[in-house]
């Protein structure tokens, strides 16, 4: 380097500059990192999801802000890397957040800490998942009963069975057929399964009729018009046969003996 070069915003000599400046020099007069004064986060007060790019995720996060939620409206200087970002929540009222955080920033081979402020408006709207399943809503039921002969089953022993068998089913149906099941309930005659999404139902009840040599029968009711289109619900009732049922539920729980007296 010819010597009498200086850094024009220092003075200092013998350090590598860029345009005149050295990189601490520089690294201190451009934005490593810009935050826009205001956010909006949409989140599910339910499960805590957030809506991004069009869709809910993350569901089961806890409400506070964190980075990822921050992160992605962050703009940073083409020559800087994140290495760290933290925030802390200063203030909170209920719908606006304040937050203060530092990204570490590394710049031409110099890191240093970025001080940043934000206001982050938290939108709650319920999810897709949380309000169908608040809402008592769903598209289709899964029937599980016993064969349709004789009466000579008890119920309960026929709804343990069932029960039974329901939880194989699910052990063995694909993350999102479970994820599509809404809520379950307990009749005399068996066990009816709620489901969202009429196409995994399907899945459960073809897993079921293979699986468990069931008979299968599919029926459809229109329940109302939505969107100039007309809306089904449809059920799968499932009948299973007694060794099916003996097979998966195994013997009957034994009945609570007397104590032995001595
Ligand atoms: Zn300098
Ligand atoms: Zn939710």
């Known amino acids: 380097m010819p010597t009498g070069e200086f850094c024009v915003v220092c003075g200092r000599t013998g350090v590598p500059l860029t345009e005149g400046v050295c990189d601490a020099c520089a690294a201190a007069r451009v934005a490593l990192v810009r935050a826009p004064k205001q956010v909006e986060i949409v989140l599910c007060p339910q499960c805590g999801a957030r809506w991004s790019r069009g869709h809910w995720e993350r569901a089961g996060l806890s409400s506070v802000l964190s980075s990822e939620d921050l992160a992605p409206f962050l703009e940073f200087h083409p020559e800087a890397g994140v290495r760290t970002l933290h925030w802390e929540e200063t203030a909170r009222s209920r719908s606006l957040r304040e937050l203060r955080g530092t ?14 402020a934000l206001t982050a408006r938290v939108v709650a709207r319920t999810c897709t998942d949380c309000g169908r399943r608040s809402g008592r809503y769903y598209t289709a039921r899964l029937q599980l009963r016993g064969e349709a002969a004789p009466r000579t089953r008890r119920p309960k022993e026929l709804r343990r069975q069932l029960g039974a068998l329901w939880d194989r089913l699910r052990e063995e149906s694909r993350a999102d057929w479970r994820q599509a ?47 100039g289109q007309d809306v089904y619900r449809v059920t799968f009732c499932l009948r299973f046969p007694a060794a099916s049922l003996a097979e998966v539920a195994g013997p009957p729980p034994a009945p609570a003996e007397a104590p032995i007296e001595r």
């Open 103 to 116: 990204a570490r920033v590394r710049f031409r081979g110099i890191e240093r800490d970025v001080p940043l």
């Open 181 to 227: 099941v809404a809520w379950r309930e307990e009749l005399p005659e068996g066990l009816d399964v709620f489901f969202t999404d009429t196409l995994a139902a399907r899945a459960v009840a073809r897993l079921a009729k293979q699986r468990f040599a069931a008979g299968l029968v599919e029926s459809a009711s229109l329940v109302g018009r939505k969107n």
